[in-house]
């Protein structure tokens, strides 16, 4: 989708009320007095202080400016603090130019290019392409987690809301329409992969086999083991899998739930083993939603730019995560509405290694003796 911003003529070199910024901008006033106060300054900027300083550590290089005869350049660390802000309350750029005293204009481009900058720096740091040993270490946790043996992730697809600008040429005549964030999740909330906006928003049926997430699935480019026995198994030799929900098509490495029409015992209790770990991508989708707010209500900014948010808040999602741990009040709502996929029949293939999956956990070695009571 094209979106074509019409840029205004500027009327001022700076606002006059930007020349008050070095003592009224929320960043000078605020910065170093919340560096004094740990608990505030996560409130604020969402993070610990030493994941804040390491994060700006490896941004500093490529969001530095050099001073002018006509302006003191806006330093790397406020650049961070306004970025940050706007995922965390999702608040306009004409309300962060009141609160930081800088040109609406600039905070525009601030926030691109720093979200760009955090995505490019950091996501082979928190998200790396997992090879063959992460895979596993990743089904260790599922099977310590949820019980599930041979899970490497848990999957879903998400909307994110998007209002289209006004004075922006479209192809759309909605004012409302999505991008979609696929997602792959450990067993710790963290995203494993993400696909994003790569199949547009019509709910596709096959939408996940035609995201390049899919392709590498379906085309064993992800590097995941060699099948192995279930644990107190002594065979067969089973693949390691992805679960979903019921709007994925089953194959060899993606299982999702048994129809709810004609249930038996054993495949009621599949389906509430996939759901227990299928859960872990619905509290990462939470936990996203709920530090960063920006995704809250509609953004109104062009698709390319909410691509960049995105991916942006989705490696500071695993940054802290991964150093600071996770608040358990960041999970309490998920407002990101899921995509709509209509169910298709999956190849024979992957319908005989569900019905293993779900034979192993009616069996005396694979079943828990809670299951039966959940169902």
Not at 22 to 33: N, R, T
Not at 72 to 86: H, K
Not at 237 to 248: K, N, Q, R
Request: with cysteine.
């Amino acid at each position: 989708m094209a979106d074509d911003v019409v840029v205004k003529k500027r009327r001022q070199w700076v606002q006059p009320m930007c020349y008050q910024r070095f003592s009224k901008g929320q960043f000078h006033l605020l910065y170093g007095k919340l560096r004094k106060n740990p608990e505030k300054f996560f409130a604020y900027i969402r993070m610990s202080i030493s994941t804040f300083d390491e994060l700006l550590k490896l941004v500093h290089p490529h969001l530095h400016r050099m001073d002018t005869n006509m302006r003191q350049a806006i330093s790397p660390a406020e650049r961070l603090v306004v970025t940050l802000r706007f995922l965390a309350t999702g608040s306009t750029f004409a309300a962060l130019h009141y609160q930081f005293l800088i040109g609406r204009a600039t905070i525009g481009m601030i926030v691109r290019e720093t979200c760009k900058t955090i995505w490019n720096v950091t996501k082979d740091l928190v998200m790396p392409e997992p090879n063959t040993e992460k895979w596993m270490k990743i089904s260790e946790g599922f099977y310590e987690k949820t019980n599930f043996p041979n899970c490497i992730g848990a999957l879903d697809g998400k909307h994110i809301r998007v209002t289209r600008p006004p004075n922006t040429v479209s192809k759309s005549c909605s004012k409302i329409f999505f991008t979609v964030l696929l997602a792959l999740v450990d067993s710790s909330y963290c995203f494993t992969c993400i696909d994003v906006g790569a199949y547009g928003s019509d709910g596709d049926t096959s939408g996940f086999f035609k995201s390049n997430l899919g392709k590498m699935v379906n085309e064993g480019k992800l590097n995941f083991p060699s099948n192995k026995p279930l644990p107190g198994t002594k065979g067969p030799a089973l693949p390691y899998v992805i679960v979903a929900d019921e709007a994925f098509g089953i194959s060899t490495n993606v299982m999702r739930p048994y129809p709810i029409r004609n249930l038996t015992g054993t495949k009621r209790a599949f389906n509430y083993r996939l759901t227990r770990a299928r859960r872990m991508v619905e509290c990462a989708f939470g936990i996203l939603a709920n530090k960063w707010r920006v995704f809250h209500s509609a953004i109104q900014l062009n698709t390319a730019f909410v691509d960049d948010i995105i991916k942006c808040a989705c490696v500071l999602h695993n940054l802290v995560l991964m150093r600071d741990g996770i608040v358990f009040e960041d999970s309490i709502l998920d407002p990101l509405p899921g995509v709509p996929w209509n169910v298709v029949r999956g190849p024979n293939s992957g319908m005989s290694v569900r019905d293993a999956y779900a034979q192993y956990f009616a069996s005396p070695e694979g079943e828990v003796p809670w299951q039966n009571e959940n169902m």
